[in-house]
């Protein structure tokens, strides 16, 4: 036992020791100390003799040191060796590269070619030391002829990558598409790669390329797998009718769920395409046979409609509500159902007691945490709509109290924080939304951060904080869709605030109001201010955008909303629209639009 414990102790002190050796070595050759190099490999080579990568360390050496008369004399010794390392034929080429002599080099590459084609086992390995010393082409032939030999050795991944790097974007696509095919469940890796290669544009060459290669192979293979590449193309380029072409295919030739079309419908609303999101939410209503999406589908297609009507008549959509709950009455499975129809009520009928009404009705049902939760920060919105903030606060904070781990409890902070801004108690908002800034929603951190930024920057120069107060109070007021009165509070800031921080954030508010009025006109003259007056602030990128959407779509003049997303794409680069300014300028540029 005592020997078997000292064997056991020294075994572990020398692994240790051969650990440290190696370690040495590689930083011996990291630092350029490749003599010391040569001694330490030389040693770690002859300790262990079937780890050629020691002596491969070894001739690197003597490489950096320009002897390369010495490290053919090793390698053709080696080489020569019965059962030699095949990747030595690689080395041994590479050297006569590095003596200009290529003839010899080229030799010794093909004789490693050429050993693989005898023992296919062997192209892995030979084909990394080609592409480890960029010899791609050589890499190339060994994984395509070993796939040819045996179709059992995948090698696609390989192959694409080498295509990628030789600038064969044709190929490579092709090479990707292929190993999807055999393996689909490399689909998730080969879509990353290939992103890489794509753009927004769906005019960009690569794009181009891509989507006909797929159509191609639709056509000569039918599959389905074709079809969601080809949704996951347009939806990269935002082009939602087009990808739900592909998802109909999809669902009408097997795949029996609609969450795919769902997702599509999801994504359409959150780039505003809503047209498409209507033909797709419609489609659902009428394929699905499943109550909660139909529910679902319902729901975001009135809220679609909701924002379309403009002279305050909501009969239709009251309808709509009454048919969805005589067909689905209220319980657990029509929360979010009932949640709409209260928000419905307090800001599109003006009822916000019903709502609250109803809402308290809601919570006395048999709810999870999480419905519970939902019902209770659309509780506390509509006390926020009344004002009656301390209200809203004991519920946002409940939801955050139970939640706080979750999104949701997250969002409800954000809404503490909201709703004390809009009561004046900076200081604590402001203390929220610090916490927030590192959300795990993008989304809230993104809100959170803008509302702390307009509390800090205007609570620096003025300690009584006025103008923000009244800020805070125009917000409100747009929060309570009382456009006219918001638009007077922030006039009065403009007025008598002037040269303060908070005027260009007033001009902003203002004109986004404004435009949600149909003034354009005095839209177009607020982003002007901000475009003269503030050029060198944060928001001037939004006035721009702004400015060009307005000429674009308001004012029929596409040459000089051309100027305005020019200026985004030349001199604002680290703009949140800069993809969408850059579509829309070549688009008015003339480029062909697929």
Same mark, same amino acid.
């Given at each position: 036992?005592?020997?078997?414990?000292?064997?056991?102790?020294?075994?572990?002190?020398?692994?240790?020791?051969?650990?440290?050796?190696?370690?040495?070595?590689?930083?011996?050759?990291?630092?350029?100390?490749?003599?010391?190099?040569?001694?330490?490999?030389?040693?770690?080579?002859?300790?262990?003799?079937?780890?050629?990568?020691?002596?491969?360390?070894?001739?690197?050496?003597?490489?950096?040191?320009?002897?390369?008369?010495?490290?053919?004399?090793?390698?053709?010794?080696?080489?020569?060796?019965?059962?030699?390392?095949?990747?030595?034929?690689?080395?041994?080429?590479?050297?006569?590269?590095?003596?200009?002599?290529?003839?010899?080099?080229?030799?010794?590459?093909?004789?490693?070619?050429?050993?693989?084609?005898?023992?296919?086992?062997?192209?892995?390995?030979?084909?990394?030391?080609?592409?480890?010393?960029?010899?791609?082409?050589?890499?190339?032939?060994?994984?395509?002829?070993?796939?040819?030999?045996?179709?059992?050795?995948?090698?696609?991944?390989?192959?694409?990558?080498?295509?990628?790097?030789?600038?064969?974007?044709?190929?490579?696509?092709?090479?990707?598409?292929?190993?999807?095919?055999?393996?689909?469940?490399?689909?998730?890796?080969?879509?990353?790669?290939?992103?890489?290669?794509?753009?927004?544009?769906?005019?960009?060459?690569?794009?181009?390329?891509?989507?006909?290669?797929?159509?191609?192979?639709?056509?000569?293979?039918?599959?389905?797998?074709?079809?969601?590449?080809?949704?996951?193309?347009?939806?990269?380029?935002?082009?939602?009718?087009?990808?739900?072409?592909?998802?109909?295919?999809?669902?009408?030739?097997?795949?029996?769920?609609?969450?795919?079309?769902?997702?599509?419908?999801?994504?359409?609303?959150?780039?505003?395409?809503?047209?498409?999101?209507?033909?797709?939410?419609?489609?659902?209503?009428?394929?699905?046979?499943?109550?909660?999406?139909?529910?679902?589908?319902?729901?975001?297609?009135?809220?679609?409609?909701?924002?379309?009507?403009?002279?305050?008549?909501?009969?239709?959509?009251?309808?709509?509500?009454?048919?969805?709950?005589?067909?689905?009455?209220?319980?657990?499975?029509?929360?979010?159902?009932?949640?709409?129809?209260?928000?419905?009520?307090?800001?599109?009928?003006?009822?916000?007691?019903?709502?609250?009404?109803?809402?308290?009705?809601?919570?006395?049902?048999?709810?999870?945490?999480?419905?519970?939760?939902?019902?209770?920060?659309?509780?506390?919105?509509?006390?926020?709509?009344?004002?009656?903030?301390?209200?809203?606060?004991?519920?946002?904070?409940?939801?955050?109290?139970?939640?706080?781990?979750?999104?949701?409890?997250?969002?409800?902070?954000?809404?503490?924080?909201?709703?004390?801004?809009?009561?004046?108690?900076?200081?604590?908002?402001?203390?929220?939304?610090?916490?927030?800034?590192?959300?795990?929603?993008?989304?809230?951190?993104?809100?959170?951060?803008?509302?702390?930024?307009?509390?800090?920057?205007?609570?620096?120069?003025?300690?009584?904080?006025?103008?923000?107060?009244?800020?805070?109070?125009?917000?409100?007021?747009?929060?309570?869709?009382?456009?006219?009165? =918001?638009?007077?509070?922030? *006039? +009065? #800031?403009?007025? %008598? $605030?002037?040269?303060?921080?908070?005027?260009? !954030? /007033?001009?902003?508010?203002?004109?986004?109001?404004?435009?949600?009025?149909?003034?354009?006109?005095?839209?177009?003259?607020?982003?002007?201010?901000?475009?003269?007056?503030?050029?060198?602030?944060?928001?001037?990128?939004?006035?721009?955008?702004?400015?060009?959407?307005?000429?674009?779509?308001?004012?029929?003049?596409?040459?000089? =909303?051309?100027?305005?997303? *020019? +200026? #985004?794409?030349? %001199? $604002?680069?680290?703009?949140?629209?800069?993809? !969408? /300014?850059?579509?829309?300028?070549?688009?008015?540029?003339?480029?062909?639009?697929?």
């Amino acid at each position: 036992m005592r020997y078997i414990l000292c064997l056991l102790i020294s075994l572990g002190m020398y692994t240790t020791t051969f650990a440290q050796n190696d370690a040495l070595a590689r930083q011996y050759y990291e630092k350029g100390e490749y003599k010391k190099a040569i001694v330490a490999f030389e040693k770690l080579y002859k300790e262990s003799p079937r780890k050629v990568n020691y002596f491969i360390g070894m001739i690197n050496s003597y490489q950096q040191m320009e002897d390369f008369n010495t490290a053919e004399k090793l390698l053709l010794e080696a080489i020569q060796k019965p059962k030699s390392n095949p990747i030595l034929l690689v080395e041994t080429g590479f050297n006569y590269d590095l003596k200009l002599d290529s003839l010899s080099a080229k030799k010794y590459y093909e004789t490693a070619v050429q050993y693989t084609e005898s023992k296919i086992s062997a192209s892995y390995i030979v084909g990394r030391a080609f592409e480890k010393k960029s010899l791609l082409d050589y890499a190339l032939r060994v994984y395509q002829q070993a796939r040819a030999a045996n179709p059992n050795y995948n090698f696609l991944n390989n192959i694409a990558r080498i295509y990628g790097e030789k600038g064969d974007i044709e190929k490579m696509f092709a090479s990707y598409l292929d190993l999807i095919k055999n393996r689909v469940e490399q689909k998730g890796y080969a879509q990353r790669i290939i992103s890489q290669f794509l753009r927004n544009d769906p005019n960009d060459e690569n794009n181009i390329l891509f989507r006909k290669i797929l159509l191609k192979r639709n056509q000569q293979e039918p599959n389905l797998l074709w079809n969601e590449l080809l949704s996951w193309l347009f939806i990269q380029q935002k082009q939602y009718k087009r990808a739900f072409i592909q998802e109909k295919a999809i669902y009408m030739q097997g795949d029996a769920s609609l969450q795919r079309i769902f997702d599509l419908a999801r994504m359409s609303m959150e780039d505003d395409d809503n047209e498409t999101a209507r033909e797709v939410l419609t489609y659902i209503i009428e394929k699905s046979n499943q109550n909660e999406t139909i529910i679902r589908a319902s729901q975001l297609l009135i809220q679609l409609d909701i924002e379309t009507v403009t002279d305050g008549n909501y009969d239709e959509i009251q309808q709509r509500f009454d048919n969805l709950f005589i067909a689905y009455p209220r319980d657990y499975r029509t929360v979010l159902l009932q949640r709409d129809y209260a928000n419905f009520m307090a800001f599109q009928k003006n009822k916000p007691d019903a709502a609250i009404a109803y809402l308290k009705e809601t919570i006395q049902q048999p709810l999870n945490k999480r419905q519970l939760a939902t019902v209770k920060l659309a509780l506390g919105d509509i006390l926020v709509y009344q004002e009656q903030f301390n209200q809203a606060l004991i519920y946002f904070s409940q939801v955050q109290t139970t939640l706080k781990n979750d999104v949701i409890g997250q969002d409800a902070r954000y809404r503490v924080a909201r709703t004390s801004y809009y009561k004046g108690d900076f200081e604590w908002a402001e203390t929220q939304l610090k916490v927030l800034k590192s959300s795990v929603s993008q989304l809230i951190a993104n809100d959170a951060l803008k509302l702390k930024l307009i509390i800090s920057d205007n609570s620096l120069e003025d300690s009584t904080q006025t103008a923000l107060k009244k800020y805070a109070k125009a917000d409100l007021l747009a929060y309570q869709l009382k456009e006219t009165e =918001a638009i007077a509070k922030l *006039e +009065e #800031i403009l007025q %008598n $605030h002037k040269g303060e921080k908070i005027e260009d !954030e /007033a001009l902003l508010k203002q004109a986004e109001l404004y435009e949600k009025r149909g003034e354009f006109d005095k839209a177009r003259l607020n982003y002007k201010k901000i475009i003269q007056f503030f050029k060198e602030d944060i928001l001037v990128d939004d006035a721009y955008y702004a400015m060009a959407k307005l000429y674009l779509n308001q004012f029929d003049d596409p040459d000089t =909303a051309k100027d305005y997303f *020019e +200026e #985004i794409i030349f %001199n $604002h680069q680290d703009s949140i629209h800069y993809v !969408e /300014a850059q579509k829309a300028y070549r688009k008015l540029r003339g480029d062909t639009v697929n």
